[in-house]
């Protein structure tokens, strides 16, 4: 009887790290579940980073578009009031990092910052993933993030009326 049980047990950790979702959270509170399959569905754009040394080529959706699904503002729409949003990622392993969701946006800089799920053609191993994000451009890997499991777009901003500098 012990043996069918450990099977199970074995089969579930080993599931691939796919089957996870996201939990987003938008700037107005709307909060949002994307699946790893939506996660996969999103245009795609791939990179190398070197990290500690070693050179590999993430792949996954622009965080930016990722976070779309919980009513972020993306492009031109993102000015004004929205520059004082904060974007925290968080990871199951109490690891967190924080952007100014301007810098997510590839029409305010060039390097691009992506939530993989794969790594060198492969989806993104257990002590990964099943999300990672990648920031392209970064020096050293501190505001990368493994074990990802939430995004959440903080208003910093005031309550007075909207600005634009642009």
Known sequence: MKHPIFAMVLAALAAPASAQSLALKGPSGQAVT???????????????????GQKHTYE???LIEV???????????LRGPALAHAVVVRASDGYAVVYGLAELDPGTRPNRIILA???DGAALDAKDGPFKVVAEGDLRPARGARLITSIEVVNLGGGGAP???D
Do not use: Q
């Open 67 to 77: 976070l779309a699904k919980a009513g972020v503002p993306t492009g031109k729409a």
């Open 163 to 165: 600005l634009s500098h």
């Open 34 to 52: 994307v699946t790893a399959a939506e996660v996969a569905k999103l245009p795609r754009v791939s990179f190398v980073f070197d990290a500690h």
């Open 117 to 119: 799920d794969k790594a």
């Open 60 to 62: 996954g959706p622009l």
